[in-house]
């Protein structure tokens, strides 16, 4: 079954405390993102990577870091957490442009 | 890179055809355009996505302007189950591929 699985789906960490939410897909896709979603502010992109070792800034890049070592993985990193991020994340991945782009379940994250 | 706005909300009868309209007046040439949904807070769910002709699938019809300025969604025959959030997105050219999202418009579908 196609899928992007997302771990953990629920994590209570405290401020700056170094996390890592892990992505992964099964479908040997070229491009992979991820966004987080707050209330009122919608889907905001935070990094995308095209392909092994390509990554670029989204968005609301600051405070995250991301790899991307193997094409199935793209996992991202908070290295010091602060409270406003926390969020909902999802990620995404797809073949090239004009595909059907697959989201994850989503990760629930609180920092507190 | 191309905005997209929408209705921050909607009502449909249940049955009835519920038609969800996008503005992207600022869409390029090579730009897709794809319609999501969510429900609740689950990871958003693909329904359709066009180019320049209007497309038809199993969950929905796609119709995109002429000029490629608008689109509509349309959900021909509306459930309780689609009651959801509903992105409009534009998708950039290659290289330089950012997801942009709309504000999403909210269907509220009622018996």
């Known amino acids: 079954e196609a899928q992007v699985t997302q771990n953990p789906r629920y994590l209570i960490t405290v401020t700056g405390k170094k996390l890592t939410v892990t992505c992964s897909q099964n479908?040997?896709?070229?491009?992979m993102s991820w966004y987080r979603q707050d209330p009122g502010l919608g889907l905001r992109q935070i990094y995308y990577?095209?392909?092994?070792?390509?990554?670029d800034k989204g968005d609301v890049p600051e405070g995250y870091k991301v790899s991307r070592k193997e094409k199935r993985n793209f996992p991202l990193i908070l290295e010091s957490p602060s409270p406003n991020q926390t969020s909902l994340y999802f990620c995404?991945?797809?073949?090239?442009?004009?595909?059907?782009?697959?989201f994850g379940e989503g990760s629930w994250l609180t920092v507190v | 890179d191309a905005k997209t706005t929408q209705p921050p909300s909607m009502d449909c009868a249940e049955g009835r055809a519920a038609n969800l309209p996008c503005n992207h007046s600022?869409?390029?040439?090579?730009?897709?355009v794809y319609w999501y949904r969510q429900i609740h807070s689950q990871g958003p769910q693909y329904i359709i996505h066009?180019?320049?002709n209007n497309e038809t699938n199993e969950m929905a019809s796609l119709i995109i302007t002429e000029d490629r300025k608008s689109s509509t969604l349309i959900l021909p025959h509306a459930t309780l189950r689609d009651t959801a959030v509903y992105y409009c997105?534009?998708?950039?050219?290659?290289?330089?591929?950012?997801?942009?999202f709309g504000t999403g418009t909210r269907l509220q579908v009622f018996p």
């Open positions: 997105i534009v998708r950039a050219p290659y290289n330089t591929d950012k997801l942009i």
């Open positions: 990577s095209m392909n092994v070792e390509v990554t």
């Open positions: 995404a991945s797809s073949f090239l442009q004009g595909s059907t782009i697959y």
């Open positions: 600022t869409i390029s040439g090579n730009e897709y």
């Open positions: 066009g180019l320049k």
């Open positions: 479908m040997n896709h070229e491009y």
